[in-house]
């Protein structure tokens, strides 16, 4: 069975340009999370979707951040400009539905830089 | 106020040797702690899972709540090279919608 999928693995680009990372979850998993990982820091909660639908965005630092989960399936994450803060690592995991054992399933991470 | 805390290290001990991670919380909502495992450029794996406060072992693996003082430990016992790793902890109150990560703790075993 193929694991949380994420592309691409590391991405630079420059301060006001734009970045989509993508995450495939496991067939099957109903939740799905955005997490960052900025160095040095804890790995801090941006957003949980529960098949297409948003059930908590409150982690999303601003409205440069635009998530979206395309029929319930893979999911995107667009930051439109990137500033240098956004660097990190962002990582996706997913669950399966209820009942959830609270087993989250991460990817590898997307390592972002912004110069 | 960081929601978890957790020494970031690093931890270097010899191989066999008992290892004592630990993490300390303030939301008293929460009901779910994990401890995750890192291995250098992967994502997190589950290491152990425990609902409120007690003890689970697994293996070499013991994971300890004291839900009353807002603390959470996880022995390793006979640690081993392959252990060494960046060891998360993480929690969520009942809901599962929002996990709270420590910084993690980075465990060197050396041989």
């Known amino acids: 069975e193929a694991g949380v999928t994420q592309f691409p693995s590391h991405s630079v680009i420059e301060k006001g340009q734009t970045v989509t990372l993508r995450c495939d979850p496991i067939?099957?998993?109903?939740?799905l999370y955005w997490y960052r990982r900025v160095m040095g820091k804890e790995i801090k909660f941006l957003l949980h979707?529960?098949?297409?639908?948003?059930?908590?965005e409150s982690g999303m630092p601003n409205n440069r951040f635009l998530a979206e989960r395309t029929g319930g399936t893979y999911s995107t994450l667009k930051v439109q400009p990137a500033e240098l803060e956004d660097s990190g690592v962002y990582f996706c995991?997913?669950?399966?539905?209820?009942?959830?054992?609270?087993?989250?399933?991460f990817g590898e991470g997307s390592r972002l830089t912004v110069l | 106020q960081k929601e978890v805390e957790q020494d970031p290290g690093p931890l270097s001990v010899p191989e066999g040797a008992i290892v004592s991670l630990n993490c300390t919380y303030s939301?008293?909502?929460?009901?779910?702690f994990m401890w995750y495992r890192q291995y250098s450029r992967k994502g997190p794996e589950l290491l152990m899972y425990?609902?409120?406060?007690g003890n689970k072992e697994d293996g070499r693996f013991t994971a300890q709540v004291d839900k009353s003082s807002k603390y959470i430990s996880l022995f390793i016992r006979d640690s081993q090279p392959s252990d060494s790793a960046t060891y998360l902890c993480?929690?969520?109150?009942?809901?599962?919608?929002?996990?709270?990560f420590g910084s993690g703790t980075k465990l060197n075993v050396k041989p």
């Open positions: 995991a997913s669950s399966p539905p209820s009942p959830n054992t609270g087993e989250l399933f």
């Open positions: 067939s099957g998993h109903d939740n």
């Open positions: 979707f529960v098949k297409e639908s948003k059930q908590d």
């Open positions: 939301n008293s909502a929460f009901q779910y």
């Open positions: 425990t609902y409120s406060s």
């Open positions: 993480a929690m969520s109150a009942s809901n599962f919608n929002k996990f709270y």
